[in-house]
């Protein structure tokens, strides 16, 4: 017996190349679903996360600026130190001057160290004052931090519990969606995932329903209708582009809407016939 040999995707017939797009199309669909059923939670966690990590961030900052206004607070004792130094120097020295020239020299050094005095004591008010803010400051990020933390802790086991319920479905249906892909076009299905992708629905193949698109729900012209059921060629549609079937090949069944023109006509030709 002969070995059978492998049909190449592109000897595939429009129709078994949209019938195996629809089922490619249902079987995504399904994983939207899961993936709807974990709802934000995967943003929430990215957030909580990037919220925690620049709490702490920010708690760091505070304290490396802790760490530099204590060292302002003590090169500014440090130097009111060495003025004070230097101001009993100079009163020392004002009472062995030879002249008011040597006097009055003294006198505005003393001033000046004086001057630096005051503006070091301000500098040391002003980093306490900015101590304490920034202490105040690191205590109310660490509220904020432990509850964050509290927060993902909680939300990472509620996304891993969704995720671990719905995650051998959602292997299995990516497993089927793989073989499927091996049975498409390599070019045809890069134009349905494009598709897919600019679709808010995530539909990149729908079946005509009501003389319409299922996708956005526009009439269809007859001729066209006609082509589509035809399956000779891939159609899409002109108003939103996503590739048309027919209800038929999409294993949808419509009913019928020939039975109430139908009545009209008995009733009319009963009319006529008790004429």
């Known amino acids: 017996m002969a070995k059978e040999t492998k049909k190449d995707v592109t000897d595939f017939s429009v ?7 629809y089922q490619l199309q249902t ?3 399904k994983i939207d679903e899961i993936r709807i059923l974990r709802g934000e939670l995967p943003l929430e966690v990215q957030d ?15 304290k490396a600026d802790i760490v530099t206004l204590n060292k302002s607070i003590k090169d500014n004792e440090l130097s009111i130190e060495e003025s004070r130094r230097k101001v009993t120097k100079y009163e020392a020295d004002q009472d062995n001057v030879r002249n008011n020239r040597e006097f009055d020299s003294l006198n505005k050094e003393i001033e000046f160290c004086n001057l630096e005095i005051e503006l070091g004591e301000k500098k040391i008010r002003e980093a306490k004052a900015g101590l304490v803010a920034k202490q105040e400051d690191i205590e109310k990020f660490k509220v904020m931090l432990a509850e964050k933390r509290d927060e993902l802790e909680r939300k990472k086991i509620e996304l891993e519990e969704i995720v671990e319920e719905t995650r051998k479905d959602e292997e ?5 969606a793989k073989v499927l892909e091996g049975l498409i076009e390599p070019r045809l299905l890069l134009s349905f ?16 329903e009501r003389d319409a698109c299922g996708g956005c729900f526009n009439k269809i012209p007859p001729q066209r209708q006609l082509d589509i059921r035809m399956r000779k060629k891939i159609i899409v549609c002109e ?3 996503r590739i048309l079937v027919d209800p038929e090949l999409a294993g949808v069944k419509i009913e019928s809407q020939t039975e109430t023109p139908v009545k009209k006509r008995s009733s009319r030709r009963k009319a006529a016939e008790e004429e």
């Open 15 to 21: 129709e078994e190349k949209l019938k195996s797009l």
């Open 27 to 29: 079987i995504l669909s």
């Open 48 to 62: 909580l996360e990037d919220e925690v990590v620049g709490l702490t961030t920010r708690i760091d900052n505070y």
């Open 172 to 176: 299995r249906l990516r497993d089927e």
């Open 193 to 208: 995932k494009r598709i897919r992708k600019n679709t808010r629905n995530g539909l990149g193949i729908v079946y005509v």
């Open 239 to 241: 108003y939103c582009g």
